[in-house]
């Protein structure tokens, strides 16, 4: 890990997210222990400001933390809360307790309901930070009715509300800035380790007497996954740079499309490599590329991120090179 933050949270989700406890929770149990032990660890306070009893890290000090959950698949919004709480503490609207999801995208207000088909994290988050029509709402999950989404395993589902559970809030930055750059870090995370599982496996398993990772082909294969998943860790660093524990919004489309466009290499390879062991229950390998592939789209694709910073480009006015050297490294046009 980078630095004590990271490692201590590395350690803590090494002994409390197991892949028992993420598969009890895709069986629809909270992961209210593992959830208790992260809130009293401090972690979700990480970029929360001093005068509201949080650490006031910088955006990069934290990434280490999101990283580790990625690595273990945790089963809360832990990327999301640290977001979050960093959003409302700089909206003088700090929040006490629970952890927080962020949806930017894909709930409507109806009638006197606010409703979405598949929120983030409905499963297992205390709140739902939601941006509808340029607003921005705390919704409680306490309050909510929740209905699974039918896709295996998912966190995420069907979630509506009652209005008058709904808190508005005024904030310093549109969510879906901070959606982007918790899945980049998320992803980056999780790739780490199916590459060390893909690693691991190669040297295990033994085929015309030596193990397959000796084999060119295989070897060629797991030298492509590991720059996806180096190229992702860039992407994710790149992603969690900013100013006052907020992402800068260009930096963190890039990272999460640069983190969405390695998902299906990284993931067809680990199963490829694998073979049919990879996709069997028991095995820990397809709970990680089940959730790459939800986080490869979740608050948008790499596609969704590619136009989003072309839009950006062309509306600057000057050439593609000024408008990254000013955008990029804030340094202004000579």
């Not at 934290?62 to 990283?67: F, S």
């Not at 069907?158 to 992803?187: C, H, K, M, Q, V």
């Not at 969405?260 to 694998?274: K, L």
Request: net charge negative; charged share 15%.
């Amino acid at each position: 890990m980078d630095n004590i933050f990271g490692d201590a949270a590395e350690r803590l989700f090494a002994q409390t997210c197991t892949p028992e406890v993420i598969r009890r929770t895709e069986q629809g149990q909270p992961p209210a222990a593992a959830w208790q032990a992260c809130e009293d660890a401090g972690f979700a306070d990480a970029l929360v400001l001093e005068a509201h009893g949080g650490a006031g890290l910088g955006l990069a000090d934290a990434l280490p933390v999101v990283l580790a959950a990625g690595r273990h698949l945790c089963p809360y919004p832990i990327a999301h809360t640290l977001l979050a709480r960093a959003w409302l503490s700089r909206a003088q609207r700090p929040q006490a307790a629970g952890s927080i999801a962020l949806a930017p995208h894909g709930l409507a207000i109806d009638g006197g309901r606010i409703a979405g088909v598949s929120v983030a994290w409905a499963r297992s988050a205390d709140y739902v930070l939601a941006g509808i029509g340029g607003q921005t709402w705390l919704l409680p999950m306490q309050a909510a009715r929740v209905e699974p989404n039918g896709v295996h395993g998912s966190l995420d589902g069907g979630a509506s509300w009652a209005l008058g559970d709904a808190e508005r809030i005024e904030g310093p930055a549109p969510l879906d800035t901070l959606a982007a750059a918790a899945y980049a870090g998320l992803i980056a995370g999780a790739m780490d380790r199916v590459l060390a599982m893909t690693l691991a496996y190669a040297n295990q398993r033994a085929q015309f007497g030596k193990p397959i990772g000796r084999f060119q082909a295989v070897q060629q294969q797991i030298s492509v996954m590991a720059e996806q998943v180096w190229a992702a860790r860039m992407a994710a660093e790149l992603a969690f740079q900013g100013d006052d524990g907020l992402p800068r919004p260009l930096l963190a489309a890039l990272g999460k499309a640069r983190a969405s466009q390695a998902v299906p290499q990284v993931a067809d390879i680990a199963h490829a490599v694998h073979g049919a062991i990879g996709v069997t229950e028991e095995y820990d390998l397809q709970l990680y590329t089940r959730r790459l592939r939800d986080w490869r789209l979740a608050a948008g694709s790499e596609a969704h991120w590619h136009e989003r910073i072309g839009a950006d480009a062309i509306a600057s006015g000057p050439d593609a090179l000024t408008y990254l050297r000013t955008a990029l490294y804030a340094r202004p046009a000579a």
